[in-house]
Nanobody
């Protein structure tokens, strides 16, 4: 059974950092692009970043450019989202998703991990 499990969320002060992980099981991660999305209370889901299956293509939302970095280790079937200089507006549930392509309607989703940025 194909599964994605996020971890690494938590409570952090503004300016702090967190590293989220997305562990895949039940499928070969290296055939899939990995997207990171977030949804804050009362707001629509936003795609934060997406990395292609080979890692050669990466895009970022303007709101996180220069602060967030995505990477992947296909040998470990794991993708990562390094989040630096966190702001209160980064507070959201963060999801990873897998699909052959970077797109909004990705096929497979994790259940999410909560990131809270508060003083």
């Amino acid at each position: 059974q194909l599964q994605l499990v996020e971890s690494g969320g938590g409570l952090v002060q503004p300016g702090g950092s967190l590293r989220l992980s997305c562990a895949a099981s039940g499928f070969t991660l290296d055939r899939y692009a990995i997207g990171w999305f977030r949804q804050a209370p009362g707001k629509e889901r936003e795609r934060v970043t997406c990395i292609s299956s080979s890692g050669t293509y990466i895009n970022y939302a303007d709101s996180v450019k220069g602060r967030f970095t995505t990477s992947r280790d296909n040998a470990k079937s794991t993708a990562y989202l390094q989040m630096n200089s966190l702001k209160p507006e980064d507070t959201a549930v963060y999801y990873c998703a897998a699909d052959p392509f970077c797109r909004e309607a990705m096929n497979y989703w994790g259940k999410g991990t909560l990131v809270t940025v508060v003083s």
